[in-house]
């Protein structure tokens, strides 16, 4: 019911109601179908056809669809693709090759409802309007698209002689390509959008081996200490060069429905040039270059349009668009983008130095340069050109190769079975040059034993004197050949190896040193021609090369007979100069078998400077503006000295060493503080090296006072395994380790120029510290510091029973500048954990899971189980089987407290901490390899430090049950 009130006292009104009825009477659960279809076609070895179609109606949706999710619209859609090798058609053996591609694809979707009358049906509308509108108004309101294309890729000609050598002419190292595609598409907004795209471009290829020249290989005698003279070579001819060249042209056309005439159609053209080349050389065996390049560029066309209005604009002729694309095309269009990469590779040939076979080094230098141009209608702002640098070398020292080069040290290192000869064994004399060892002219010739022996028809005829000779060089031989074996037979003895074996304690060492620098600048003017730059001279080949500017770089840049950078004042873009440097260094050492030390020093440095060259005001020179520097810290440090200490005792210490660092800072110290003007109790640059110092249990009159110097300091870790080699661990332990590790970190996790910071006036004084301003600003500085663990014990027992005991203690430290004070966690972690694992075991629950295996079956397993678990059948653990139940059981408590120290207040607070108790036993039970059960129980107790937390005990326990599906 509706009803109607006239507030008018009765006086006749006249009005118009409209009312809409809205009623709900369930939901639409109409169902909906699809198909699709797809026909392959093998032409023999012509190619392929393929025909596809695919349709769905309203109400289509998938089984996981809701109902408002599904399809209000019908929609079909059908498609041919062929792909041919029209190079098939060429009688004879030519080797040319033709591959071509079609595609025409169709789609259409009709919806349920009128685009424009959302609430009416589209067929319900179109039984309404009469028949010569029924057509417009159905065309409107589906979307259609429709896709046309074909294309020729890598037509080519291959090489049918492959024993030919290949030529850089050879039509054989070029590849041709072309291409259209057109796509139309309407809906209800647009009336009508065609675009289309036109490609074509072509390859060269050409790859030789190299030609190695080695000038000096016959020239000198080859020897081992002069083969890093006669390995000497060069190569003259690149391995490969490749250049790819293809041109992209994209017209289209938008027609939109409803519109002003005169703004009812775009128009985009894009007409693109993209060359690519791509150079790999080895100059020699070991340098090795490589180079690649990008540029692209637009050919630009007449506009159709006023630039104002967007109107079109009745002057545009086609044959004068024409002609100016042809005359961009001849002049290689207008430069757009341009981006180059190298790397520089070289292995140093320490193979071919005597002795050096074990050091490999390889160092690599590599970067890029990239110019890109500004919009056409903002080019007085500049281009903006940017390059990075790369510097890397890697060094690896085996010193265990080295050490293996003399025989004493690789008996002293792997102990072999001495060999002595037996009593009666024959000693074969060394044969002298130019012995004969005949009876007829040596006098001396063998026995079949190979003993030297004396002819009696020769030696028949000698003196006495000659008899003696002959018989003392025989002894003579006789000898050395005995010295020659006892050397090969002789084994070091056991005082021989405790003594030299530690000396060869160095087994290993790596260092790494890479550094990343890399530049940005805008405002640049000049065009590029070759390599990036224009006319071989700006932005200069140290820059296209990686080289980093500097302020002559600058200087060079604004000079009169150069002028690069843009001196228009809306130049607002910083400079950008970023650096990363990274230095790390490892070195193994192994004092006896099974004890290993793991050394490691490190750091890490980043930072970027941005400031803004330009000129400010008109009539003004260059200058530099509002120069910043940001980055971070890290390095390995040493603070094992005061790890024990007490927390307060070395704070104290802290706030002592400030004065000591304040006169080494500074000068004319106040009687009254001793402290020395300008760098007070919080001055900056006073707390670091005091802090530091402190810390790591120096004295503060010997440190350094910059802590971006610090000499990354050594960690290490320590791992034993050798136990099992005594005869009552070996009994009942079949591995037992021992391990220890100690690591320590200084960080600056950000540091930034200081705004108030005067580089002209460095004492310019802070009004309310009265300290003089530092250059950086840093929020905080810290250390992290952890015997993690300080010892560790994992035992395993002949019958897999496993125990493990560890022990960790960590301190994390932090100087804060913002609040002045000290943040000290220290944390004590013990834990002890056992476990033992039974096998084959069948729980009675889950007999009727468990099938009775039959005796082949178990001695086929057992076979399997046994081949599994030796070396050569996959490794040396062994194959988890079925049916395991392994025993858990973890207890740890843990202490650890929080404590801030605040600077010349002469107040600690316990800010946080707690002592926590846990104990965790769990079962778990391998059915097989997809189902394994868990039965566990997790037990917390905490207990905390400050009153303003409260103890707490948590509990928790259940069983988990985890299946595999694959």
Known sequence: MIGIHNKDGGIPRCGEIWVNELRMTGFDERGGVAAISRLDFQLADLGTLTLSGAYSSLGWGALDQRLQERAIESNYQYDISTNLELGKFIPGKTGIKIPFYYQYTTSVKTPEYDPYDLDIKLKDKLNTVDANVKDSLREQAIEYENITSYSFNNVRKERLNKASTPLPWDIENFSFTYGHSRTKRTDPIIANDQTDQYKGGFDYNFTMKPLYIAPFAKAIKKDKYVKFITDLNFNLVPNTFTFNTQLNRLYSTKLYRFTDPFQSTWRTRNFLWDRNYSLNWDLTKSLKFDFVAQNTAVIDE???????????????????????????????????????????????????????????????????YTWSAAAINVDTLG?????????????????????????????IEKPGTKTTPKKGDKVTPPKKQGDKNTPEDGKIGKNKDGDAKVDSTSTASLTKAEKAKLKKEKDKAKRKQERIERRANYQPSLAERILIRPLLSVRKARLTYTENLNSSIPGYTPKTTALGMDSWDAPGLSYVAGWQPDNAYFERAIAPNNQWITKNIFQNQLVILGKNQVIEGRVNLEPFNDFKIDLNAGKTYQETHTELFKIKAPGEGFGRYSGRDVGSYTTTFFTLGTFFNDIDDVFKRFESNRVVISNRLGTNPDPTTGYAEGFGRIQQEVLVPAFLAAYSNKSAATQNLDAFKTTPKVNWQVTYNGLTKIAFFKKYFSSINVSHAYKSTLTVNSFNTSPYFDANDPTLVNPITQNYYSRLEIPAISITEGLSPLIRFDFKTKNDITFNVDYKKIRNLSLSFVDNLVNETKTSDFTIGAGYEMHNVKLPFMKEFQKKKSKKKKDKEKDTTKTSSQPGAGGSRKAPSANDLIFRLDVSYRDDISVSHFIDQDRTLTSRGATTFRIAPNIEYEYNKNLTLRLFYDYNLSSPKTSQQFKTISQRGGVTFRFLLN
Do not use: C
């Not at 109107?311 to 004068?320: G, R």
């Not at 281009?383 to 080295?402: E, P």
């Open 383 to 411: 281009n903006v050109i940017q390059n990075t640098q790369i510097r890397q070398i890697n060094a690896d020292l085996s010193f265990d190769r080295l050490y293996a080069k003399w025989d004493y040290l690789k008996k």
């Open 302 to 368: 007449l506009s159709d349009r006023f630039v104002d209005s967007g109107l079109p604009d009745p002057a545009f002729n086609t044959n004068s668009n024409r002609a100016e694309i042809w005359n961009n095309v001849k002049n290689l269009g207008r430069n757009k983008n341009y981006k180059h990469t190298f790397n520089l590779n070289y292995n140093v040939p320490f193979k071919n130095i005597p002795f050096m076979e074990w050091v490999t080094m390889r160092a690599l230098y590599g970067g890029s």
